[in-house]
């Protein structure tokens, strides 16, 4: 089965504190691709990362940063110094190699307040 | 490029009427998807269509209808709305298939009352 879970529902943080939002995969394919999409308040969905299963190197880009740990069937997505415009709700997808869609996660809606 | 646009952006239906929710795309992808995204939850694939005249079932097709006559538009079709299909829609669409990176519309806001 193909399954993606974010465990924390809501996450409030105060500008320019750290926050991590957690995803964890499950899926049987060797190979598979995982996703974070940004929904801001408006609505729409933003691409921010795409990582294939064979590269498990952390990227960062700015103030975001991904850790994907294959051990932990993990791929984590940390904003550093957050600022009230990162408040929006979050999905982790996966898409399996054998699959035709993403799986999507429920998502994590964070808050940053001044 | 206008990208993925979708319209409307609202609408209110009342329980037995139908509709049909337009998608166009101007990248030339052809792969082209249609999402549900109920409150508090991810998103859920309705249909999907790998290219001109070829569509397919995803996770949650039943009351809807697709057809993709051309490369650009991919509209889905409401027939008989139950209270159950108020949710927001999203189409999106890629180049290459789900692996790649998917462009979404805005989304249309969808109340059956």
């Known amino acids: 089965a193909q399954k993606v879970t974010q465990a924390q529902t809501e996450i409030s943080v105060v500008e320019k504190e750290d926050v991590t939002l957690d995803c964890v995969y499950e899926?049987?394919?060797?190979?598979?691709?995982l996703f974070w999409y940004k929904q801001p308040p408006s609505g729409e969905l933003v691409f921010l990362i795409r990582?294939?299963?064979?590269?498990?190197q952390n990227e960062i880009s700015g103030r975001y940063s991904w850790n994907f740990q294959k051990s932990t069937s993990s791929f984590n997505f940390t904003i550093t110094a957050s600022q009230v415009v990162d408040s929006a709700v979050y999905f982790c997808?996966?898409?399996?190699?054998?699959?035709?869609?993403?799986?999507f996660g429920k998502g994590t809606s964070l808050l940053v307040t001044p | 490029n206008a990208g993925v646009t979708q319209t409307p952006k609202f609408r209110i239906l009342k329980i037995g009427q139908s509709m049909t929710l337009q998608c166009t795309q101007d990248?030339?992808?052809?792969?082209m998807y249609w999402y549900r995204q109920d409150p508090g939850m991810g998103l859920k694939l309705i249909y999907y269509?790998?290219?001109?005249?070829?569509?397919d079932k995803g996770e949650v097709p039943n009351g809807y209808n697709v057809s993709r006559s051309t490369t650009e538009d991919f509209p889905l079709r409401l027939e008989l709305a139950a209270p159950s299909q108020t949710s927001v829609y999203f189409c999106?669409?890629?180049?290459?298939?789900?692996?790649?990176?998917?462009?979404f519309g805005p989304g249309t806001r969808l109340t059956v009352t």
């Open positions: 899926t049987r394919d060797t190979t598979y691709y």
């Open positions: 990582r294939n299963s064979f590269d498990e």
């Open positions: 997808a996966l898409n399996p190699n054998s699959g035709y869609a993403l799986n």
């Open positions: 999106a669409s890629t180049t290459a298939g789900p692996s790649y990176e998917q462009y």
């Open positions: 990248m030339n992808h052809n792969y």
């Open positions: 269509s790998v290219g001109a005249g070829i569509t």
